[in-house]
């Protein structure tokens, strides 16, 4: 007797491998969402679907699984920094989606507005406090209110994740000649 081992797909909807493939060519950066409970461990996980929401109110998203191990901390919490990756940081990538202490051996340090932790090297940090939160079918979308952000001072490449690999950003156009259309 054969058991499934995947849910039956809905009639005439792309399977979840099909969807992953063909979303996987839509390049996106990666930041790492972390949170700290007063009196508890810090927490935070891998995240490459962090986006500006709204100018006004200073708005931001991402999506997390329902199955995530940190989400619970980080919506007890109430707030979260997000902490934009930069090219070079994949260990660290890789450390927050991987189980285990993930904040074993990072650097880090509580944010000045909400105590989140802010980590070295990231690219830019937005810290936030946790706005809403809305069903998004296997996942979570988080939105929060921005209440400080800022980049990194030697401004390096962002890390950029297509096609299952991470990649570099490379300039297509000489500085200030792309147009609008």
Not at 66 to 85: D, E, T, V, Y
Request: aromatic share 8%.
């Amino acid at each position: 007797m054969r058991v499934p081992t995947e849910q039956p797909r809905e009639a005439g909807l792309p399977d979840p491998a099909r969807l992953r493939h063909v979303l996987g060519h839509f390049c996106t950066g990666i930041a790492v969402v972390t949170a700290q409970e007063d009196g508890r461990p810090p927490v935070g996980f891998t995240c490459q679907s962090f986006v500006s929401l709204s100018l006004r109110p200073p708005l931001v998203s991402f999506s997390v699984s329902r199955s995530s191990k940190s989400w619970p901390g980080i919506q007890r919490a109430g707030r979260f920094c997000a902490n934009i990756l930069a090219a070079g940081q994949e260990p660290l990538c890789g450390r927050f989606a991987a189980d285990g202490d993930r904040f074993a051996g990072a650097e880090w340090w509580e944010s000045a507005a909400t105590g989140s932790p802010r980590l070295a090297g990231a690219l830019a940090w937005v810290d936030c406090t946790l706005e809403a939160v809305y069903p998004g079918g296997d996942h979570r979308i988080a939105v929060g209110r921005v209440q400080d952000l800022g980049v990194s001072a030697d401004g390096p490449d962002p890390l950029l994740f297509y096609q299952a690999r991470f990649h570099r950003a490379a300039p297509t156009t000489p500085s200030g000649s792309a147009t609008t259309p």
